[in-house]
């Protein structure tokens, strides 16, 4: 893992917007892998920047997103499917084509995650995958506990992301308790990894991603087994790590 220090959350996510105009410009056909919450929105509006200043073209870019909220339908304000619309692809000459999101309102769930899987196999997997971390340290939505090998499925959140994403909602109660996620084994699967976290509430889950055993109670800890990660994260965030126990870039 190439851990990258940042002073704050503007300039993690100033070098994260570096890193993926730097791949998109070498690839102009790159498959990338998408998150929401609050951490990737100061990497969007660098992307948005960018792409308004001719930087960075998403002409040919495919997107798939990590997760979204079972139940919840494409114009529902507090959906992913809203959420990325708002905070990028509206913003960017992204084709609507090229553009995917689970569906929270299939009829077949089960087969809609086979589906989701073969589309990430047809555009040829995914190149550059972002991820954000929960205080739990999930990653997509994939609940400490969920197999290390899972595909894409319906998952159970945990009353953590619950509690934690009620921010986004008129009510708790309203906080949907299933969403489809990308699992832990399509995640691995990406060539490339970026995860950015920011703030001392994540400094628990990224010491344990880290530093702990790769288990399945802390879902981030996997990617130490993958070949190409790199963490952007903030002060705050890497607080609990010592210099000793990793290669760091500041
Ligand atoms: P956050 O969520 O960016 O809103 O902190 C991250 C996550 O739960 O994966």
């Known amino acids: 893992m190439k851990i990258i220090v940042t002073a704050d959350a503007n300039e993690m996510s100033k070098k994260a917007s570096e890193l993926f105009i730097e791949e998109i410009n070498r690839n102009s056909e790159m498959v990338l892998g998408l998150a929401t919450g609050s951490t990737p929105v100061g990497l969007y509006n660098q992307l948005i920047e960018a792409y308004r200043a001719g930087k960075v073209d998403f002409s040919k870019?495919?997107?798939?997103?990590?997760?979204?909220?079972?139940?919840?339908?494409?114009?529902?304000?507090?959906?992913?499917?809203?959420?990325?619309?708002?905070?990028?692809?509206?913003h960017i000459n992204i084709s609507p084509e090229n553009v995917h999101i689970p569906n929270g309102v299939s009829e077949d769930v089960e087969r809609y995650c086979k589906e989701y899987e073969e589309m990430i196999k047809e555009a040829g997997g995914i190149d550059l995958q972002l991820l954000g971390i929960g205080e739990n340290a999930h990653i997509g939505?994939?609940?400490?506990?969920?197999?290390?090998?899972?595909?894409?499925?319906?998952?159970?959140?945990?009353?953590?992301t619950i509690d934690s994403?009620?921010?986004?909602?008129?009510?708790?109660?309203?906080?949907?308790?299933?969403?489809?996620?990308?699992?832990?084994?399509?995640?691995?699967?990406?060539?490339?990894?970026?995860?950015?976290?920011?703030?001392?509430?994540?400094?628990?889950?990224?010491?344990?991603?880290?530093?702990?055993?790769?288990?399945?109670?802390?879902?981030?800890?996997?990617?130490?087994?993958?070949?190409?990660?790199?963490?952007?994260i903030d002060r705050e965030a890497v607080a609990l790590l010592e210099p000793k126990d990793i290669e760091i870039e500041a």
């Open 165 to 232: 994403n009620a921010r986004f909602f008129l009510n708790k109660e309203d906080v949907p308790k299933k969403a489809i996620s990308m699992g832990i084994k399509t995640i691995m699967r990406s060539r490339k990894i970026v995860l950015l976290a920011s703030g001392e509430k994540k400094a628990q889950a990224i010491y344990n991603t880290v530093v702990g055993t790769v288990e399945s109670s802390v879902p981030a800890s996997v990617l130490q087994l993958h070949p190409d990660v790199v963490l952007i």
């Open 61 to 90: 870019v495919k997107t798939f997103n990590l997760d979204e909220y079972y139940g919840l339908a494409t114009d529902h304000p507090a959906s992913y499917h809203f959420f990325m619309q708002q905070n990028l692809f509206s």
């Open 141 to 160: 939505f994939n609940e400490p506990g969920t197999a290390l090998g899972a595909k894409t499925q319906l998952i159970q959140l945990a009353q953590k």
